[in-house]
């Protein structure tokens, strides 16, 4: 009991350490990315390359006076920033990150938990983090971030129908597990979901978009009508927290999309290469190398997440809710219609 | 540790909890901290289903509960006119009615639970039937027909909230915000 | 792989929230012990622009935001509805598909209902 409970300590301040540095550093590539693509050199002075920059901006974070408003709800002020962090971190606790690893002849898996409702599970601490967003908002008590927190929830809580829709598609065609595992473990042979939901994935990544608050869906903190949007009064860590938030929501969504659609840390040919180097199955090498190949699929979609958003201008609100339910929403059942078909066609059921 | 076990202790930690979050939910006096207390509630409930194993109903719980209707609460309270000045005062005569209905439904509450002491408690392992496998078997087979009426309660639902939230769109009134 | 599972898997999560929780606890009190304070009576004020503000923003909103929070409680019972069928896809056969895209299509009406009655007209 005693040694279960240090293995997954270590790997929950591993998981989190991972989730954090990742976050850190997605801030200062995408001021890069943003950079290469506008023809500017970009943060180059903290450090080689600007490597020391989220650094000295988490340090400077620290460091800016504490506001609280004289006419805001103090408590329920400090509570939306730490809530909406919380929930950005605990949607990390199911996914796998690499195969099992031997250690003192014995398995450990490298994910927090293996629940067998890990896909709905992932549902409701996403549904969970609109509260951060509605209380930083609202307790605030000022317009700006009012209308924000408003528009940043009725955002999320449309597209997260479409999502589940999408997802519900994505399990009958994995084989009917709602544990992240199996879904990734299903794809083992070389054959990743993507192939049978492609509209499926299309879907989710328009909803994670939507769902991270990440341009082009970011009317909740469009500075030229809202100047800040909900995190208008926020100043100092507060403030940090909530910005900080958003890259690990960024991370963790591209995590689950390349764990659902694209195989997570399988790739094709992984048994012959593995055979090849001679590699045994819960070795060290397998886990290491499986995990650098999830991790370059990650890396991969956060610049696609960064590159939409350097590309294209901000939705209308009366287009961003009209994406939502009336063009996802049907797709997403359209979707889920034709997989039901396409699976009477792999024969996994019949007349 | 008192001859009890991590299960036992686990329950009795989390119904304390749950209690006491439910008592803050009424004696609080800002509606928002009251609906973040019925949340809290919602989470100790849905401990008590994960130590019954039973899984998919507890993260319905939080889905559902805690993720779709108490955000609907919050919106609606949060959206409404929450100042000092436009809180109305309740008549004394309301207030004795109140009273009298809530000490009511807490008699009824009661006399349900009296019953509740001849259940026989089946003890063992953690038993399997909540998990969505076979959760999903029982619903779509035995319980078939109310699935179905489901589906028609949440029509008549929709189409009610469209009916009342549709209708008073025409008042032009100015201090409503639109976007 | 098993279907067998017990409460203990859901240890680790409290952990986790524990460990999240220490952060976010940790960085405030850090940040509130570093930064300075030089607090003014119009610092404290909320922000409008520069502008003195008027008012608060306990304000009443508009009726559509509260129709998509219904519409979405509804959609998201739907959603949830269909997870135990999508699990057991293959054990149910057509029948599932039949009985799941029965309900699908009595929510559809209500779908059509609510578009018909514009009651998501955002343009206006």
Redesign the interface.
């Known amino acids: 009991m005693i040694h279960l ?1 240090i293995y ?2 270590v ?3 591993a ?2 350490l991972l989730a ?1 540095g990742v976050a850190a550093y997605a801030t200062l590539w995408e001021r890069k990315f943003a950079a290469f693509l506008q023809d500017r050199k970009g943060p180059n002075r903290a450090g080689k390359w600007g490597l020391l920059q989220p650094l000295a901006d988490g340090g400077k ?12 709800n103090r408590s329920l002020f ?1 509570l939306g920033p ?1 809530l909406f ?2 929930t950005a ?2 949607t ?2 199911v996914i796998p990150w690499g195969k099992p690893l031997m250690f003192h002849g014995k398995l450990y898996d490298l994910q ?5 409702i890990g ?2 599970y992932l549902l409701g601490v996403v ?1 969970i983090g609109v509260y951060g967003i509605m209380i930083g908002g ?1 307790a ?7 209308l924000g927190a ?1 528009r940043a929830s ?1 955002q999320m ?2 597209y ?2 479409a999502m ?2 999408a997802l ?1 598609a994505l ?2 065609s994995s084989g ?3 544990s992240l595992k ?1 879904i990734i ?1 299903g794809q083992d042979k070389g054959v990743c979901n993507f192939v049978w939901q492609p509209l499926g994935f299309l879907i989710f990544f328009i909803c994670a978009l939507a769902e991270t608050n990440r341009a082009p869906f970011d009317l909740p903190e469009c500075e030229t009508e809202l ?1 800040g949007g909900y995190h ?2 926020y100043s ?3 403030l ?2 909530f910005l900080f938030a958003e890259y690990i929501n960024m991370f963790i969504s591209s995590a689950i999309m390349a764990g659902f659609y694209f195989g997570g840390y399988n790739f094709p040919f992984a048994h012959e290469l593995y055979e090849a180097f001679g590699w045994a199955e819960g070795s060290f090498a397998i886990s290491l190398f499986g995990f650098g190949v999830y991790f370059i699929k990650i890396f991969l979609f956060i610049c696609l997440f960064m590159w939409i958003r350097w590309t294209l201008p901000r939705f209308r ?2 287009q961003l ?2 994406l939502g ?2 063009t996802l ?1 049907p797709l997403s ?1 359209f979707n ?2 034709l997989t ?1 078909v396409v ?1 009477y066609f792999r024969g ?4 | 540790m008192l001859g009890l076990t991590i ?1 036992q202790w686990l329950f009795g930690i989390l119904s304390f909890l749950a209690i006491m979050f439910a008592l803050m939910v009424v004696f609080t006096r800002n509606p928002v901290n009251s609906v973040l207390y019925l949340v809290l509630t919602f989470f100790c409930i849905a401990g008590h289903y ?2 019954l ?1 039973a ?2 109903l507890a993260v ?1 719980h939080i ?2 509960y805690a ?3 108490m ?2 609460f919050l ?2 309270i949060m ?5 000092p000045d436009a809180e109305p005062r309740k008549h004394i005569v309301t207030r004795i009615i109140a009273g009298v209905i809530g000490g009511v439904l807490l008699f009824v509450m009661v006399g349900a639970l009296k019953g509740a002491e001849q259940l026989q408690i089946v003890q063992g392992g ?1 038993s ?1 039937i909540g ?3 076979n ?3 029982v ?3 035995e319980f ?1 027909f109310p ?2 009426i ?3 309660l ?2 008549a ?3 009610g ?2 009916m009342i ?2 209708r ?2 025409n008042t032009n ?1 100015k ?5 | ?1 098993s ?5 203990l ?5 409290l ?3 524990i ?3 220490g ?3 940790t ?2 009190v ?3 012990w ?6 003014t ?1 119009i ?7 520069g502008i003195e503000s008027e008012g ?42 039949i ?1 799941v ?4 299509i ?6 059509y ?3 018909s ?4 007209k ?2 206006e």
């Open positions: 409970l997954k300590a790997i929950c301040v998981v989190f954090l974070m620290f460091m800016k006076e504490e506001i609280i408003p004289n006419v805001s400090i730490s962090m919380v971190v605990m990390s606790a927090i938990t293996d629940i067998n896909v709905i549904s609202w605030s008590n000022n317009k700006f971030a009012l408003v009725s809580i449309s997260e129908i589940g829709i519900i399990i009958i009917g597990s709602l199996d473990e100047v208008t009064e100092s860590m507060k940090g927290l609100y009366d809710m009209n339910w009336k929403l059942l889920l219609a039901v699976e996994t059921i019949h007349f | 299960t994960i130590l194993n899984q998919f319905v889905v559902v993720g779709a209707i955000v609907l919106f609606i959206l409404m006119n929450l100042n953690p399997q998990l969505v496998k959760l999903g078997k619903l779509f087979s078939l699935f179905e489901a589906s028609i949440l029509l639902a929709l189409v909230a469209i939230g549709k008073d769109t009134d201090d409503i915000i639109n976007q | 792989m279907t067998a599972s017990s409460p898997d859901y240890l680790p999560i952990l986790m929230f460990v999240a929780l952060f976010v606890v960085t405030m850090a940040s509130h570093l930064g300075p304070k030089r607090k009576k610092k404290l004020d909320s922000f409008e622009c608060n923003a306990r304000m009443p909103f508009a009726i559509k935001y509260f129709l998509v929070a219904i519409i979405f409680v509804l959609f998201d019972i739907e959603v949830i509805f269909m997870y135990p069928w999508a699990v057991n896809f293959k054990e149910l056969g057509m029948f599932g598909v009985e895209f029965t309900f699908i009595l929510l559809l009406v209500g779908f209902y609510m578009l009655k514009k009651a998501l955002w343009e």
